[in-house]
């Protein structure tokens, strides 16, 4: 009986090392995580209800953006998110530079609003580097209710297959446009999220400590069978 003894605790060894390393993988593996964008409710400054501001702090905009404290005559349920909202009419965009690009999935998301009686403008967010567009691989958008609002949502997927070398690492910017040149349009709570692409070694790892576990339950049954036999004999 020693010998097989003696196979168990190196079983028992062969697994917890097995288990350790898929969990470390596990654990380097990466999920979505928000990217800072600067007051991206634009409630600074605060402003009292039904009250304008022609700035709003983190954002540069052009055309006729203001931001205001949105009242029951604008929107049903006013803000979608805290206080403020920014407001178009008409032709106009809103920027902000939120980083470095990297390569990995981004998601841009924001709360679209249709005031109350208004004619909906037509509206896009996008990320930009420089004045260049980045090309989504997705786009998510029902228009909102009169009154109401619904989310806009757009995907980026950023690789090396798509972006050339002076690509990665450089600025890019969150942009919000309005074409219309009537109409207006109402923007809140705008996010964003990225997914790194994992290192290849994270599954290497991952691959590692899988098949090492399929081998010690390999073993185990083989040190089953091995019992039984001594038994036998």
Known sequence: AMPVQGEEVTLMKFRNFGFAIALLATSQMVYAVPVSVMNSGFETPLLADG?????????????????????????????????????????????????????????????????LG??????????????????????????PADGGYSIFSRVYAVTAENANGTFFGDQFNIFALVSSSSGQVAVDDIRLDFSPVPEP???????????????????????VLRRRNLKRA
């Open 51 to 115: 009250a304008q501001s022609s700035s709003a702090a983190g954002w540069t905009r052009f055309g006729s953006v203001s931001f205001t404290n949105p009242t029951t005559s604008q929107f049903t349920g006013e803000a979608y998110e805290g206080q403020n909202i920014a407001l178009f009419t008409g032709g106009a965009t809103l920027t902000q530079i939120v980083g470095t690009i990297a390569y990995g999935t981004y998601t841009l998301t924001a709360a679209v609003g249709d005031p």
């Open 118 to 143: 208004a004619s909906l403008s037509g509206v896009g967010l996008s990320l930009r580097r420089g004045t260049s567009f980045l090309s989504p691989s997705s786009t998510s958008f029902v228009p």
């Open 201 to 223: 070694a994270i599954f290497a790892l991952l691959v590692f400590g899988l098949a090492g576990l399929g081998l010690q339950v390999l073993s185990r049954n083989f040190t």
